[in-house]
Every structure is written in C-alpha cells, then in structure tokens.
C-alpha cells in the first residue's frame, strides 16, 4: 500500500493530469482520511515543487517535504463540488446515479420519472436521462431510424427514434450528459415505450466533460 500522496507519486510517477484526475475522482481518499480533496490537491503541488526545485527533505515517513510551507486550513468541500469533479474525471458517479447533478436544471421542467412512465400511456410527455445503448434499423423503404435507451435515476426509457427523428436529432446525441425527451407514450403487450418528436441537450456550465462521445450505432 502507499503511506501518502508522496509515496504514490514517487513510486508510480503519474503526470500531473493523470494524478489530478485519480485525486477528483477519489481513487487516492485513503492517502488523506483526515481532509478532502483540496488537501490531496494541496500535497500534489507540495510534491512537484519539491520534485521541480531537487530541495527536499525526507520525513520519517518517507515523505518529501518542503519545510518552509506551512500547510493551509481548507474548508470543508461541498458535497456538490466533489460531485461534479468526479463526474469530470470519470464521466459517471461512484454512489449514486449523475442525474442527480442536473436536479437544479430539471427542477421546473416537469419531467416525468422513468419508473412512472406506465402511468402516462397514451399521453405527451418530458422524460430525461443519459443515453446507454441504441440500434439503427431500416424501414421496408430503406429510410434509417433508431431505437435508443436511456436511463435516469429511477429506471430504463426504450425510445422510438422513427426517420424524420432520427435525422434531425441522431447527431445530436453522446454519453456526456442527459437529454430530454418529448414524446407519446405507446403500449404494447404491456410494455411501454417513448416515441420520441423532439430532444433538447441538458446543460450544466459548472460540469466539464474531458471527453465527448458521440452516439454512433450505424
């Protein structure tokens, strides 16, 4: 096991952006119990300057120390900032699903829960969730649609993406971030499913994606 942040960064060498994305995405908490993130953070810098400048010290620990910085007090880190760096680095959340990070976005868009969706039957409807799988078909006329699932805290969506849908919003679609969906609800055999007229992309200005991946089931 690795004693500290040090220790991890001496034996294994990552870049700076390499450790800054394990930090954000608590895959190094254990180093640093006592404090959050800012503190990993903090002792990442402290390192590298040290590693930069070839003036350091070594503790009992092993660790590299700087003895003229005195280490700062950090506040405590919100619970949403750590969210949303996580979401950054990993494009998902470890305990809980990352819809929960849009609830601000969503709150006075009346959008109906994937899990009540059967009790819409028939009916016009807003639902929004992150996309999760999909396959492109052909109708007897050759014209390309789609049928794509998506997913938001409460359950799966199977949607109907017919061609005139399929060719105004298919290149719109990825993984990044959630989507809302306008459309009927049909049922068939019990089973319910969301013929899709129109999607709007979900935006979050505090999130930022490293990657874009673009739906492509061709």
Known sequence: PYRNISD???????????????????????????????????????W??????????????GRFTDSSVIKPLFPPQKECE????????????CDRHPMVLYAGDLKQRRII?????????????????????GKVVHTKHGDPMEFLTFEDETGLV????FPKAYR???????????????GKVEEDFGTHTLT??????????????RHFETATYA
């Open 113 to 133: 829960k994937a899990k009540d969706m059967p009790f819409f039957s028939g009916r016009h409807i807003r639902i929004a969730g992150f996309l999760i799988t």
């Open 8 to 46: 991890f960064c001496k034996r294994v060498r990552p870049d700076d952006r390499e450790a800054r994305v394990l930090i954000h995405a608590g895959a190094l908490d254990s180093l640093h119990r006592k404090e959050d993130r800012a503190g990993l953070l903090w002792e990442l810098a402290l």
């Open 168 to 182: 105004r919003f298919c290149a719109m679609l990825g993984k990044d971030r959630p989507f809302i969906l306008h």
């Open 82 to 93: 750590r969210l949303r760096h996580e979401f950054a680095a990993l494009s998902f959340l």
């Open 158 to 161: 199977e949607t109907t993406f």
């Open 48 to 61: 590298q300057k040290s590693e930069a400048k070839q003036n350091r010290t070594r503790d009992m620990f």
């Open 196 to 209: 899709v007229e129109r999607v709007e992309t979900v935006v979050n200005t505090k999130i930022k994606i």
